[in-house]
């Protein structure tokens, strides 16, 4: 048995303590001389209070209290001694038992209520039987105390761990949401518990498949691994490699009991990467094929643009009534050959990117510039174009990065309808490392289904678009040492935030 301070440990390799709170000190003696040969370490008390103190000092396995002392009853000390030593029996001494009075006294806690005058064999017997009855509370003590630690280090696992950890019980509903499930989702776990995982944590067209696996999991099936679009709270989604197990194959689980782990990874920046990878390696390989394409494809362009363009004077020249449909049919061809121009251009830029200066860039004047040189296709589109535009400065290629700003301001244009807004900003805090520029709209946003392709060479939600533009973008943003991060919600709009060097700050 233990003391109240390590009540929760094991049992020590010790003598049981029995402590005897009687006045009769004759009674005391006899039994210190029966009890000590047997093993126990006796200690005697004749009053309440001096019992009790005894008792929170060293504790006690056994407690043999008689039931009517000078300063008290052994019925009232009962509680106080419990409290003392939690694990301790309390074996109370009478000398006028009756039934009602036996009742009395155990019924508060007490083993067992001994009359006296007892025999030794039937008072050893009683004792033993207390000691084993402590002993056995000291073990479920310990156990429940172990269980308790083992199940607070898996928690402090689960919180802790940089892997999101969901469980979910038999009905699909959330019984468990780690932190970093929190952290990425940005959900509370009060937000999420209690919920249908499926419809908290996927978009719609992901449920279906993902259900699946959770129930061939349920089932049986051996645990396997797929990766699925995880819902962020503001309406993005990130890429989440899962590993599903069941939570125990011994029993099935109760309603409310986790019946499965869904354990995930974001491999988000991983995948992007692995693009990131593949488009530098084909572009890699396509550097050289560009420049022998270049020569071939601009030579016989600009020869039919001249050739069209005589075309055209000498149409102008013939009054007949063909020369304005012929000038028309001109007029297109024109057109469609210089878009061919623009995407060889946005095409050597791509593959071959030139040089680029180092210099001092003020981005308020800058942007002052492009907004100011858009402002009128925002009127006519009947899009307000907002400038909320602070002091800042980066280092790099002035005319790389009007490039870069006038992309994304045509873009968000184009994609705002009648009545919208775009807004464009930059600041930058005192000795920040990083000046901030903003293009947002109120447009139409991109389909959750593309947001992962929109920075790949030649796609284009576009009907006429060359599917370079935010490719080239990247590539020029990257190239000054700095970041993009495109944000958008279907219906609602979309955000590009541009993260650029500052002077002395630049690599």
Known sequence: MYAPATASQPLPARPPRLLIVDDNRDLAANLADIFEPRGFVVRFTPGAQEGLALALAEGFDLALVD????????????????????VGEVVLITGHATLDSAVAVVRPGAFQC???????????????????????????????????????RYRDVVESSTVLVVGIDSRGVMRL????????????????IGRPALEVLLPAEARERVQKHVQATLAGAPAGEFEAPLLIKDGRTRTVRWHVVAASAERPAARDEIAAYAVGTDVTDRRALERRA???????????????????????????????????????????????????????????????????????????????????VDLAELLEEVTTFQEPAATAAGVTLVRQIGDARAVGDRERLKQVFLNLLVNALEATPLGGVVTVSCHCGVDEPEATVVVADSGRGIPGGTMDRVFEPFFTTKGAGT???LSIVRQIVERHG????????????????????TPGHAL
């Not at 009359?115 to 039937?122: H, N």
């Not at 002993?135 to 607070?152: F, N, V």
């Not at 700095?482 to 060097?501: A, F, M, N, Y």
């Open 67 to 86: 039931a009517n002392l000078l300063d008290a009853s052994g019925a009232d000390l009962l509680p106080a001694l419990r409290d003392a030593s939690p």
């Open 114 to 152: 001994v009359a006296r005058p007892f025999k030794l064999d039937e008072l050893v017997a009683t004792l033993e039987a207390a000691l084993r009855q402590a002993t056995l509370r000291c073990e479920r003590d310990h156990l429940a105390r172990q269980l308790a630690d083992s199940e607070q």
């Open 177 to 192: 949401f780690n932190r970093r499930a929190g952290e990425l989702t940005g959900l509370t776990s009060e937000e999420a």
């Open 278 to 360: 593949a488009e530098a390696e084909a572009l890699a390989h396509m550097g050289t094929l560009a420049a022998g394409l270049a020569h071939e494809v601009r030579n016989p362009l600009n020869a039919a643009l001249l050739q069209l363009h005589l075309l055209s004077r000498g149409i102008a020249r013939v009054d007949t009534a063909e020369r304005d449909p012929l000038l028309g049919r001109a007029r297109i061809v024109e057109g469609e050959l210089k878009r061919l121009e623009r995407l060889l251009s946005d095409f050597l830029e791509l593959a071959r990117p030139r040089p680029m200066a180092r210099e001092t």
């Open 467 to 469: 599917g370079l533009g």
């Open 482 to 501: 700095g970041t993009i991060d495109l944000q958008s919600v279907e219906g609602r709009g979309t955000r590009v935030t541009l993260k650029l060097p």
